[in-house]
C-alpha cells in the first residue's frame, strides 16, 4: 500500500470508551488520560457519555461525573490537541453543545442512524455557527445499502459537514464491505471521508487499513481498545502500522505506547478481548453499545446474554432503541416458562 497523505486520527476512548466501564469516568481519569494523549500529539480527543451529550440517563446508563465537568477536564491540560464531544440528536440537544463549546470543544460530532441523516440538519448547522469542525457519522452503516449511504452522506454534506464517517458500529463489516462503501463516499462527497470501526469480528485493523487504502482521511482509534463491545481499532497498534507504511499520524508512537500501558490498562476493568458476547455482537449486526445492557438483562431473567443478541439483531434493533433490551430478555424468559 502505497499512500501519500497524512491520517487524522480522533482518540475515542474517553466517550465510546465510557460504555466499556459503564460510564464511570471521574475528573482524575480523565485528566491524567487527555494530559497524556496530549502530549502524545493526538490530534483530536473526544469526551462525552458514550451515547453523546445528554447520554446520562436511565435508559442509556447513568454516569459518575457530568460530563461537562469531564470535558472542561480535558480542555485544561490536552494542550494543542483538539477536544471533540458526540451529538447524538434526540438525546443531546443544542443548548448542551452550547454549553460545551463555552467550555473550550472544538469539533462536534453529530451521529444518526445510516437512514436518518436528516435529523442531524439542526445539529450541523447550529455546530457550524458556532464556528466548530463538524463532522457527520452515518452509524449502524451495515443495514443500508451503498446507494443509500451515499445518499445519506451528501445530505450531511449539504448541511455543513466538514467530514462524514461511516461507523461500523457493531463490528459487523467484512474488509471487502468497507472497501465498496469508502470507495463509494469517496467519488460522491466533496468532504473529508472517515471510518470508525469495531473488532468484534477481530476485523477492526483490517477494515480500517482497507478504508485508508479507498481514501478514507480521518480514521477513528481507542488506546488499548478502550471502548464498546470488543473496542475499536487499537490506537496504538494503529499508529505503528501507519508509521511502517511510511504515513504520517503526527503522533509519537512511544509515547502513546507509554499512554496504552501506563495510563489506560489501570482504568480497565477487565481487558479487552473479543468474548463470546462480543463475537455475537458482530455476529448478530448488534450495536456495541448494548453489551453491557444485554448483559444485564441476562443476569436478571436467567436467560443467555446471546439469545438477547441475536434476537435483538433479527429485530434490526438500533441504537436509541435500548429499551428493547429488557422487552427482548422478558419474552424470552416468558416463552421459556422462566
Known sequence: MTIERDILITEVALRDGSHAIAHQYTVEHVTQV???????????????????????????GLSHTDEMKLIEAAVSVSGDSKIAVLVLPGIGTV??????????????????????????????????ELGLETVGFLMMSH??????????????????????Y?????????????RERIRALRANVGIDV????????????????????????????????LGAGAGNTQTEVLVAVLEQLGIKTGIDLYKI?????????????????????????????????FLLHAR????????????ILIELGRRKVVGGQEDMIIDVAAELAGARGI
Open 194 to 225: 472517515g471510518f470508525h470501526g469495531h473488532n468484534n469480528l477481530s476485523l477492526a485493523m483490517a477494515n480500517t487499513l482497507a478504508a485508508i487504502e479507498e481514501g478514507a482521511q480521518r480514521i477513528d482509534g481507542s488506546i488499548r481498545c
Open 143 to 164: 443495514m443500508a445499502s451503498i446507494d443509500k449511504l451515499v445518499e445519506q452522506a451528501k445530505l450531511m454534506e449539504s448541511y455543513g459537514a466538514d467530514a462524514v
Open 257 to 289: 505506547m507509554d499512554v496504552a500501558e501506563n495510563v489506560i490498562a489501570p482504568i480497565l476493568q477487565v481487558p479487552q478481548e473479543i468474548t463470546r458476547d462480543n463475537l455475537v455482537l458482530g455476529y448478530a449486526g448488534v450495536y456495541s453499545s
Open 34 to 60: 487527555a494530559q497524556a494523549l496530549g502530549e502524545a500529539g493526538v490530534p483530536y480527543i473526544e469526551v462525552s457519555h458514550g451515547d453523546g451529550l445528554g447520554g446520562s440517563t436511565l435508559q442509556y
Open 95 to 128: 443548548s448542551e453543545l452550547k454549553q460545551a463549546v463555552s467550555l473550550g470543544v472544538k469539533m462536534a460530532r453529530i451521529g444518526t442512524h445510516v437512514t436518518e441523516a436528516d435529523v442531524s440538519a439542526q445539529h450541523l448547522y447550529k455546530a457550524k
Open 296 to 307: 444485564r438483562a441476562a443476569q436478571h431473567f436467567g436467560i443467555d446474554s446471546r439469545d
Open 166 to 178: 461511516m461507523f461500523d458500529s457493531a463490528g459487523a463489516l467484512l474488509p471487502n464491505q468497507v
